[in-house]
C-alpha cells in the first residue's frame, strides 16, 4: 500500500540506478542511408501509408485520393506516406554539437481536377515525429496539422510546401514555403510557372531539398521536367529558398522522412512519382554496464520490471484520486442527472467499437450504445435503452475542464429542442457523457449526405429551423443564466425520431451572469469557420449576436441545400451569392433546387431575407431570437435588408484590449471567410489572435 499510495521516491530512486547502470560511451561516428525508389510499382512495403486517403498506384504514391480517377472526385482529403524506420538526427544537447544532414530528390505531379474552378490543396516534404495522422488536417493543413494543433512547437515537424490555393496566412496560390509546426510559413517564394496548369503536361516538378547540419541551413532547388526525362537530372545552380534551420529543439531527435498533401472544397492529384534520399543518421547502439557497477547482469531486468510495476501503481492511484475528486464535484451540483458505471458503458458500445462509432469532433467521439433492463418510469417495466455516449478525447486537465464545462451547462438546461442529457460517468481517467439517441441523426447528413436519400420536405425544414430558433431563445434569454452556444451549425442539430431538432454539442458553450453581456477566451477563439460572426473573428467576443450569425448560416443552408462555405458561380461563399439574388429580385432562384416546386413560396422568401438579416455584417443590426421566432412564423415582418451586403467594419485594437486606442477601418465581409473551403462538418477551429485573418 505505501508503494501504491507514494510512489514517486520508489521510481525516482530506481530510475537513477538505472540511468547510472546504463550510461553510454561517447557517441559513435555518423553513418549514412540512401533510400532510392525509382518508381512505387513494387516494392513499397518499407513504406508506411497513413490515412484511408493515400495509396500507391499506377507507379506512384497517390497522397490523397487519385482525383483524376474518382467519381465523383473527393475533396477533404489527406495522407501521408512515411519511409517506415526514424533516423537519430543528433546526440547531446548543446548548439555546438552538430546535427545529422540530409540531402533528397524526388519528381511531383500536382494535376487539377477538370470539374474544379480552381486546384487545392498541395503537397509537402515532412520531417515528423511519428508514424500518426492528425485528424481533421485537410484542406489547408496539408496533412501536417489541424485547427487545434497548428503552431504547437509538440508537431515537432519541418515541411517543405508546395502550396496550390490561398488561405488567408498565404501570400498566393502557388508557392514554395519552409514550414514550422505550422501551416503559415515561415519563408516563402512565389513560383513561376504555375504548380497545377490546365495542360496535364506541365504538371511535373523535380525538386532538390539539401539540409547541412554543420551550418544549420537547409536550402531548396526546383524544376519542371518532362516525365520521360532522366531520373536523376543535374540540380539547378541557384536555390528558389533557402534558410537558417536548426533542427534541435524543433523536430524529434529520432524523425521520419516522407510526404503529406491534402485536398479541401477543391480537388487536385497529389503524388510522387520518383524519390532519392541519403541521410546521415547516428547509431542507437545499446551499451550495458550494470555488470561493471554492480556485477549481477539481472539487475537491469529487475529494476525494469520494478519500475513498470511502480508506474502502474502510480497510474492507478492518480485515477482514483481523480476520479474521487470530480465524482464529489460533480455529484455536489444540484440536480445532477444519474452516474453510470464506466463498466456498463462500455458493455454497451461493445468496448467502443468503431463500428458504433455516430460521429466525432474536437472534443471527443460519439458512440452508439444499448443500456439492458434499464427503468421505463413512464411504461413500469424494464428495457433496454438506446443510449448516445460521448467519449472525451483528451485525459488531460483540459479535457477534464471541457467535460465539466459541458456538464455544469447542459445538466441544468431543459427545453424540448435541446439534447436531453442522461448522466455521466469518470472512472479510470475516462470521462463520458451519456445523451438520449437520435435515430435521425445529424441536420447535416440530411442536407449534404448521400444524393440517394430523399430531401427533406419543406414542412421538416420549416419545424427544424423554428425548433432550433425556439432552443436558441431560451439560451439567450428564458434560463436563469445567458448561454452563448459558440458553435451553432447543422452538424450540432440533431433528429430524433419525428424529425424535431435538438440543439446539442455544448462543448463550447458557456454560461454568462446577466451583467455580462460577451465571453473571451483566454487564447484564440473557438468554433466553426463558415458560422463565426466576423466581430468574433477580430474581437474574440463571443455574444448572442455572434450565435444569431451562426443561426443565419444553419438558416440559409437549410433553405439553400448547400453549406455556407461553397463557391458558387464566382461568390466564394452562400451568404454573398444569396445577397447577389436578392440584389437581382430573383431570391427564389436560392432554394434548394432538390424541392422543385413543393415549398411555400412565401416562407422561403422570408426565411431568405431573415437568413441575410441574421448574417449582416455589423453585430446591432442583427435581429434578436425573440423577434427572429416571430418572423419565422409570419407574426412579425423581417426586418429591412438592404440590396447590398455591407462592408464591415473592424476596430483595428488588440485583441481583448477595449482600453486602447482604436482607428476604425473597413474590411469586406466577404473577404474575411473566403479563406476556408474545408467542409462544414469539421471540428471547431482554434485561432491564435496574433494571426491577422483578411
Not at 413512464?378 to 443510449?387: G, H, I, M, R, S
Request: with cysteine.
Amino acid at each position: 500500500m505505501g508503494l501504491a499510495a507514494n510512489p514517486i521516491p520508489a521510481v525516482a530512486l530506481l530510475l537513477s540506478l538505472l540511468a547510472a547502470a546504463t550510461t553510454p560511451p561517447v557517441s559513435a561516428k555518423l553513418k549514412n542511408f540512401t533510400i532510392t525508389y525509382d518508381d512505387f510499382n513494387s516494392n513499397t512495403h518499407k513504406l508506411r501509408f497513413i490515412g484511408s486517403d493515400s495509396s500507391a498506384g499506377k507507379g506512384a504514391l497517390q497522397l490523397t485520393v487519385d482525383e483524376v480517377n474518382s467519381t465523383p472526385p473527393s475533396t477533404n482529403n489527406s495522407g501521408r506516406v512515411l519511409y517506415h524506420r526514424p533516423f537519430k538526427l543528433w546526440e547531446g544537447q548543446n548548439d555546438s554539437d552538430r546535427v545529422a544532414s540530409f540531402s533528397t530528390s524526388f519528381l511531383v505531379n500536382l494535376n487539377r481536377e477538370s470539374s474544379f474552378p480552381t486546384p487545392g490543396e498541395g503537397l509537402t516534404f515532412v520531417v515528423a515525429p511519428d508514424h500518426n495522422l492528425p485528424p481533421n488536417s485537410f484542406g489547408g493543413y496539408l496533412g501536417l496539422t489541424n485547427a487545434a494543433t497548428d503552431g504547437h512547437a509538440s508537431n515537432q515537424i519541418i515541411a517543405i510546401e508546395l502550396d496550390t490555393f490561398q488561405e488567408p496566412w498565404d501570400p498566393d496560390a502557388n508557392h514554395v514555403g519552409l514550414n514550422i509546426n505550422s501551416v503559415i510559413s515561415n519563408k516563402n517564394t512565389s513560383l513561376i510557372p504555375e504548380l497545377v496548369s490546365r495542360n496535364a503536361t506541365d504538371n511535373y516538378f523535380n525538386l532538390w531539398i539539401e539540409y547541412d547540419g554543420i551550418n544549420k541551413f537547409i536550402a531548396v532547388y526546383m524544376a519542371q521536367q518532362e516525365l520521360q526525362a532522366d531520373p536523376q537530372p543535374p540540380r539547378p545552380i541557384n536555390p528558389i529558398l533557402s534558410s537558417y534551420l536548426e533542427l534541435r529543439g524543433i523536430v524529434s531527435q529520432n524523425s521520419y522522412f516522407g510526404f503529406s498533401a491534402s485536398t479541401g472544397n477543391a480537388a487536385e492529384l497529389n503524388c510522387v512519382l520518383r524519390w532519392y534520399m541519403t541521410v546521415e543518421y547516428y547509431p542507437d547502439e545499446k551499451w550495458v554496464n550494470i555488470g561493471l557497477i554492480i556485477g549481477i547482469p539481472t539487475v537491469l531486468v529487475l529494476l525494469t520490471a520494478l519500475v513498470g510495476l511502480v508506474y502502474y501503481f502510480r497510474k492507478r492511484w492518480l485515477w482514483q484520486r481523480t476520479d474521487r475528486q470530480m465524482s464529489g464535484k460533480v455529484k455536489s451540483m444540484p440536480g445532477m442527472q444519474r452516474e453510470y458505471q464506466y463498466r456498463d458503458l462500455q458493455k454497451a458500445t461493445n468496448n467502443f467499437d468503431k463500428a458504433m462509432k455516430l460521429g466525432q469532433g474536437g472534443y471527443g467521439v460519439v458512440y452508439k450504445g444499448k443500456l439492458a433492463n434499464q427503468k421505463d418510469l413512464e411504461a413500469a417495466v424494464d428495457q433496454d435503452l438506446v443510449v448516445a455516449v460521448k467519449m472525451f478525447s483528451r485525459e488531460s486537465l483540459k479535457g477534464q475542464e471541457d467535460f465539466f464545462q459541458e456538464l455544469t451547462i447542459i445538466n441544468q438546461l431543459r427545453h424540448k429542442y435541446l439534447v436531453p442529457l442522461l448522466g455521466w460517468c469518470h472512472n479510470h481517467g475516462k470521462l463520458l457523457l451519456v445523451y438520449d439517441y437520435m435515430p435521425n441523426g445529424s441536420l447535416d447528413k440530411h442536407l449534404f449526405g448521400d444524393a440517394n436519400n430523399t430531401p427533406l420536405s419543406w414542412n421538416l425544414r420549416h419545424k427544424i429551423v423554428t425548433g432550433v430558433a425556439s432552443a436558441l431563445h431560451y439560451l439567450h434569454n428564458e434560463y436563469e443564466k445567458r448561454v452563448i452556444h459558440r458553435d451553432v451549425k447543422a452538424s450540432n442539430i440533431m433528429l430524433d425520431a419525428e424529425f424535431n431538432p435538438k440543439l446539442g454539442d455544448f462543448g463550447l458553450a458557456r454560461a454568462l451572469d446577466y451583467k455580462k453581456t460577451s465571453y473571451m477566451e483566454a487564447k484564440g477563439v473557438a468554433g466553426t469557420w463558415g458560422y463565426m460572426a466576423p466581430e468574433y473573428v477580430f474581437t474574440g467576443k463571443a455574444t448572442e449576436q455572434s450565435d444569431v450569425y451562426a443561426f443565419g448560416a444553419v438558416l440559409l443552408e437549410v433553405v439553400c441545400g448547400r453549406r455556407p462555405r461553397t463557391q458558387i458561380d464566382t461568390y466564394p461563399l452562400l451568404v454573398d451569392w444569396v445577397w447577389a439574388l436578392h440584389h437581382e429580385g430573383q431570391l427564389l432562384k436560392a432554394v434548394d433546387g432538390r424541392l422543385g416546386e413543393d415549398y411555400d413560396a412565401e416562407e422561403a422568401q422570408r426565411f431568405l431575407l431573415l437568413g441575410l438579416a441574421c448574417s449582416h455584417p455589423t453585430a446591432s443590426e442583427r435581429p434578436k431570437t425573440q423577434e427572429i421566432v416571430l418572423m419565422l412564423s409570419g407574426s412579425v415582418p423581417v426586418p429591412y435588408v438592404p440590396p447590398f451586403k455591407p462592408a464591415y467594419m473592424a476596430l483595428s485594437v488588440a485583441m481583448g484590449n477595449e482600453g486602447s486606442s482604436s482607428q476604425a477601418t473597413t474590411t469586406n465581409s466577404t473577404s474575411f471567410t473566403t479563406a476556408d473551403h474545408y467542409g462544414s462538418g469539421s471540428a471547431p477551429v482554434a485561432i491564435n489572435p496574433e494571426i491577422q485573418h483578411p
